[in-house]
């Protein structure tokens, strides 16, 4: 596994790790030992880093996490990034939503709040839920703080709010069919020396190459409204598909793991979180730290990948 800075922190943390929002309705693992035998697997293969949120499955998510590093015995090696939503943004419920978290995780800090996105419905004032946020670092409750879904002009607000801390990292949608971040996002990060945890970074399972326009999958869960697996999307991204498992042979990898691959190599300061379901997916998906993409196949898949718009008006 190779690691790589949270940002200003000085920690290293594992640069394919895990997001845990699998283990709620919303995907499915509601099984904790299953749950559990992931996170097993994911500390094996030398992952030290896990996502989750109190909104993934109402809290589900932090209490398997929690519960699971404590039975392995692993709780000290790993460390845990959890997010409050926009929704709790108002002082009053940063603090009961963080003491809420610190309980269902079983743990005394919090090694990486963030705010899941801005409170864009209720009005909250940046500064009143930044300074709540920062008062929990100073009375020892929450280590860091990183944002998740902000556009440039509000991180810059919101570390304005700061007095004795900043921020260490972004978290964005970021794989090879949404790039989006990487007009604005992704060159304030690395300028800012910020880390960016990248969402979704297989297009939830998309660029796996267990699907494509002849094999759609009929979903039930999260994606069955997801824009990218809509069937005019989906013919678009036959062409990167095929490069990747085309890509899959040459390197004796799999799609998964070119596709992660790529996201590695186009900025160090990236760290992929994506989800798994079963022990094999997290193995695989942590064996796309150990090899190198040639410069040629990179810009291969840049030049296909940009060739691609998909669109999210499906309806
Ligand atoms: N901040 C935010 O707003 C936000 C939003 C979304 C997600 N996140 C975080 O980011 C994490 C990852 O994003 P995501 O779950 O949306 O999408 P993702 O990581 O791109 O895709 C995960 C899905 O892909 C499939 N998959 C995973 N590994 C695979 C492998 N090796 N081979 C084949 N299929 C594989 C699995 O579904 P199937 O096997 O069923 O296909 C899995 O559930 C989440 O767990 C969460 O922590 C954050």
């Not at 943004?89 to 090694?111: A, P, Q």
């Not at 909250?124 to 929990?136: G, H, I, N, Q, V």
């Not at 020396?193 to 990248?198: E, Q």
């Not at 890509?247 to 799609?255: E, F």
């Amino acid at each position: 596994m190779e690691y790589r800075e949270l940002g200003w922190t000085g920690l290293k943390v594992s640069a394919v790790s895990l997001g845990a929002w699998q283990f709620s309705e919303s995907w499915g693992v509601l099984d904790y030992n299953l749950a559990k035998s992931i996170i097993e697997k994911a500390v094996n293969v030398g992952i030290n880093f896990i996502d989750t949120a109190a909104v993934y499955g109402r809290g589900k998510s932090e209490e398997f996490v929690g519960r699971a590093l404590k039975e392995l015995g692993v709780k000290d090696k790993v460390l845990i990034a959890t997010k409050l939503p926009g929704d709790f943004m108002n002082e009053y419920d940063v603090f009961k939503g963080t003491e809420r978290s610190l309980k269902r995780l079983g743990v005394d800090i919090i090694d990486l709040m963030q705010v899941h996105w801005p409170p864009i419905w209720h009005n909250f004032p940046t500064c009143e839920y930044m300074r709540a946020l920062e008062r929990l670092v100073i009375m020892g409750k929450i280590r860091y703080i990183g944002l998740s879904d902000f556009p440039v002009e509000l991180i810059e607000s919101a570390r304005q709010c700061l007095s004795v801390t900043d921020i260490v990292s972004i978290q964005i949608r970021y794989n090879l069919v949404e790039r989006y971040a990487e007009k604005e996002l992704i060159p304030y990060a690395e300028r800012e020396g910020l880390a960016i945890l990248a969402w979704s970074p297989i297009a939830k399972g998309a660029l796996s190459g267990k699907y494509d326009s002849k094999n759609l999958p009929q979903f039930t869960d999260v994606r069955a409204n997801d824009a990218v697996f809509h069937p005019e999307n989906m013919a678009k991204l036959d062409v990167l598909i095929n490069k990747l498992r085309e890509l899959s042979q040459k390197y004796n990898k799999t799609p998964t793991q070119i596709a992660l691959r790529w996201l590695l190599q186009y900025t160090p300061n990236v760290i992929p979180i994506p989800g798994a379901k079963s022990p094999q997916q997290v193995e695989e998906n942590a064996g796309a730290a150990d090899f190198i993409l040639s410069l040629e196949d990179f810009l291969e898949l840049d030049r296909i990948s940009r060739s691609i718009r998909i669109s999210y008006v499906t309806w």
